[in-house]
């Protein structure tokens, strides 16, 4: 018996006790959707500390929640497929495990070990979240395929692991869906 199967039980209680119409595709989408990045650390649950419910918000996650090509092209393929302009929100946290990626010695260890580049390993650390979110976000910005069609806003948040509570960073109104964010290189 693996750790999974008790999930897997409690499975069977949400099958019970859901409301299968907030699983079912929506016959008309909203006009914009909130969509949260976040990182892949189990204490960081969207679900827990910002109380999204299910068909709320669309939730991409990975190590320290950061933009890079495949999240690009994740948030592009959402709105595409559902006919929405996407509300982002980027949350990066304190006490992040992506801090050690910053110890030189940690990261040629894991470069060795997983085929990763050493420069991209860096970059990917998030021991100032304040200052990576802000990153983040101008990223997401800059990218070409992040038009007006695509992008409703762009925020970037900080979660306090000491307190519980998200604070904003920055905030960014994209033009309307005839306009295009400059290009950028990735």
Do not use: W
């Amino acid at each position: 018996m693996s750790d999974f199967d008790e999930f897997l039980k409690r499975n069977q209680v949400f099958a019970a006790n859901v409301d299968l119409a907030r699983l079912a595709m929506p016959e008309s989408m909203p006009e914009r959707l909130v969509l949260v990045l976040v990182c892949a650390d189990p204490r960081v649950e969207p679900a827990g500390f910002l109380g999204i419910a299910t068909g709320e918000a669309g939730v991409l996650r990975n190590t320290g929640g950061r933009v890079d090509g495949r999240v690009i092209e994740d948030i592009a393929y959402l709105a595409v497929r559902l006919g929405v302009r996407m509300d982002v929100a980027i949350v990066h946290h304190t006490q992040c495990g992506t801090g050690l990626l910053a110890d030189p010695a940690f990261r040629r260890s894991f470069a060795e070990r997983t085929g990763g580049d050493d420069a991209v390993l860096a970059e990917r650390a998030v021991t100032d979240p304040a200052a990576t979110v802000r990153r983040d976000v101008a990223k997401l910005l800059a990218d070409p395929l992040m038009t007006g069609e695509v992008l409703a806003s762009v925020s970037g948040y900080v979660l306090r692991l000491e307190t519980g509570l998200v604070e904003t960073v920055v905030e960014h109104v994209v033009g309307t869906a005839a306009e295009s964010v400059a290009p950028a290189g990735r």
